[in-house]
């Protein structure tokens, strides 16, 4: 079994900047084998992936990330960041990681992103 635990979650002013963090315990073996990513879902709202990095490290992102938030792996500490730039109000949501390898999905339990106006 692999367990994801989020961090780095709170309350920021719009324009302001949160670092998301995931770390991987388990039977993970290397991270670094894994498509790891992060979703969100607002209040009322579907869950929708924001940001995805592939084994071999390509990334990509959402539209409305695209230029603000950047997907980041550090395999020796079984670490996978998500940095959050220019954030807006819509970007409120409970940010949760994901992570999969050989069709087994794996997630987090979320952690709360407030942006205030």
């Known amino acids: 079994q692999v367990q994801l635990v989020e961090s780095g979650g709170g309350l920021v002013q719009a324009g302001g900047s949160l670092r998301l963090s995931c770390t991987a315990s388990?039977?993970?073996?290397?991270?670094?084998?894994?498509?790891m990513g992060w979703h969100r879902q607002a209040p009322g709202k579907q869950r929708d992936l924001v940001a995805r990095i592939s084994s071999g490290s390509s990334t990509n992102y959402a539209d409305s990330a695209k230029g603000r938030f950047t997907i980041s792996r550090d395999s020796a500490k079984n670490t996978v960041y998500l940095q959050m730039n220019s954030l807006k109000p819509e970007d409120t949501a409970v940010y949760y990681c994901?992570?999969?390898?050989?069709?087994?999905?794996?997630w987090g339990q979320g952690t709360q992103v407030t942006v205030s106006s």
């Open positions: 994901t992570g999969s390898l050989f069709g087994n999905d794996y």
């Open positions: 388990g039977s993970i073996f290397s991270l670094s084998r894994y498509t």
